[in-house]
Antibody
């Protein structure tokens, strides 16, 4: 069955960086893109980025450009999200999701809580 | 970017009743690129509907998506206890993909 297993919770200081991993299984990794979506406490969903898993095409939300990088390692079917220069308002649960070619996210990881605190 | 406005913010209903959730877009969206997700507390979102009206695998037929242009609706017939959750619409017609602010369906 399709699974996206994310890395564990992180606690970071302001200005630090965080890397979250998302290991996919149960399907052909290169046939679906990966999106990253975050959710601040008590808030709605915020799309952050999308990456192809078969070429170098990526798409970032404008507000994160310069601070956010998404990559994939096809040999291990793992996607990564790196967010730099963390601020207190980056505190959120970060989700990876498998995107169908048409664009909807049909499978989601369980989420990774990132806490930013001095 | 396309802004999606969901209404109402909260819907208080009893099990067995019908829920009607609205999602209005700031620009016309192709029906191919409108999805609905359900999120239970502490869980990841779950895809319910894609292409405005196509139920995802395993989604019961009491969930119906409809609409076109700028106005879309998710209808939940005969609410079951497990349907009380937050629902989000999403457009992926134009970049960046955007989500609506969500509608919470709570038990009255």
């Amino acid at each position: 069955q399709v699974q996206l297993v994310q890395s564990g919770p992180e606690v970071k200081k302001p200005g630090a960086s965080v890397r979250i991993s998302c290991k996919a299984s149960g399907y052909t990794f290169s046939s679906y893109g990966i999106s990253w979506v975050r959710q601040a406490p008590g808030q709605g969903l915020e799309w952050m980025a999308w990456t192809s898993t078969s070429n170098d095409i990526k798409n970032y939300a404008r507000k994160f450009q310069g601070r956010l990088s998404v990559t994939v390692e096809t040999s291990t079917s793992t996607a990564y999200m790196d967010l730099r220069d963390l601020r207190s308002d980056d505190r959120a649960v970060y989700y990876c999701a498998r995107d169908r070619p048409s664009g909807e996210s049909d499978y989601w990881g369980r989420g990774t809580l990132v806490t930013v605190s001095s | 970017e396309i802004v999606l406005t969901q209404s109402p913010g909260t819907l208080s209903l009893s099990p067995g009743e019908r829920a009607t959730l609205s999602c209005r877009a700031s620009q016309t969206i192709s029906i191919t690129y409108l999805a609905w997700y359900q999120q239970q507390p502490g869980q990841a979102p779950r895809l319910l509907i894609s292409g405005a009206s196509s139920r995802a695998t395993g989604i019961p037929d009491r969930f119906t998506g409809s609409g076109s242009g700028t106005d879309f609706t998710l209808t939940i017939n005969r609410l079951e206890p497990e349907d009380f959750a937050v629902y989000y619409c999403q457009q992926y017609n134009r970049s960046p993909p955007t989500f609506g602010g969500g509608t919470k369906v709570e038990i009255k």
